[in-house]
């Protein structure tokens, strides 16, 4: 079942912890995004990825960090510095990036502050 | 800078009613333009797109969007609703050639009564 798999579904965070949402896709797209979903707000791109071992950062990239070791994983790590981070966050993937491509969605992790 | 915007945040419909979302973005170069719905409890999705052509184009579900570039509109339509079709809507857009960033709108929730 291709796809990208968003996980954990639901994560709590605690004042000063850095947390890591996971985000996989099987659809062999070079291109992967993180967006930040907020009431109101629709998405707000937080950083992007083309290729392997590479990313840019998005509108609101402060406050969070990415790595792209593989081309199947697009990890985001938001970081104590990040100081409203309660929000829905959706990882999405391409084909390779370009102004015509479709994005595809995950399922999202909402993050909650403890 | 980019932005989209949605001007209506909330909208009740009854069945069989019509439906026009309104949409408006500021960039002044070609664009690819897109609608993305997101039932309840369901991925983000394309519901449509527009990168050339006949600027009246059709999507799933019977919905349709009309790009009016000297207006810098995609206004998506839908003839008559159906209690589905209850979900919240967005309109992105990605300037011609670019990275593939898309620019959100701020969504339009939907409600569709029985």
């Known amino acids: 079942d291709g796809g990208i798999t968003q996980s954990p579904k639901y994560l709590f965070r605690k004042e000063g912890q850095n947390v890591t949402l996971s985000c996989e896709q099987n659809?062999?797209?070079?291109?992967m995004y993180w967006y930040r979903q907020d009431p109101g707000q629709g998405l707000r791109l937080i950083y992007y990825s083309q290729i392997v071992n590479d990313f840019q950062k998005g509108d609101i990239a402060e406050g969070y960090s990415v790595s792209r070791e593989k081309k199947e994983s697009f990890p985001l790590t938001v970081t104590s510095a990040q100081k409203n981070p309660t929000a829905f966050y959706l990882c999405a993937s391409s084909i390779d990036g370009g102004g015509g491509d479709i994005q595809y969605f995950g399922a999202g992790t909402r993050l909650s502050v403890l | 800078a980019q932005s989209v915007s949605q001007h209506n945040h909330h909208v009740i419909l009854s069945e069989a009613a019509s439906l026009e979302l309104g949409c408006n973005y500021s960039y002044g170069g070609t664009v690819n333009l897109f609608w993305y719905v997101q039932y309840p409890g369901q991925h983000l999705q394309l519901l449509l797109k527009?990168?050339?052509?006949?600027?009246l184009v059709k999507g799933i579900k019977g919905f349709e969007a009309e790009f009016i570039k000297s207006k810098f509109s995609f206004n998506l339509r839908k003839p008559s609703v159906q209690w589905s079709d209850t979900a919240e809507y967005f309109c992105?857009?990605?300037?011609?050639?670019?990275?593939?960033?898309?620019?959100f709108g701020q969504g339009t929730t939907l409600q569709v009564k029985p």
């Open positions: 992105a857009v990605t300037p011609s050639g670019n990275t593939g960033k898309l620019i």
């Open positions: 659809l062999n797209h070079d291109a």
């Open positions: 527009y990168f050339s052509g006949d600027p």
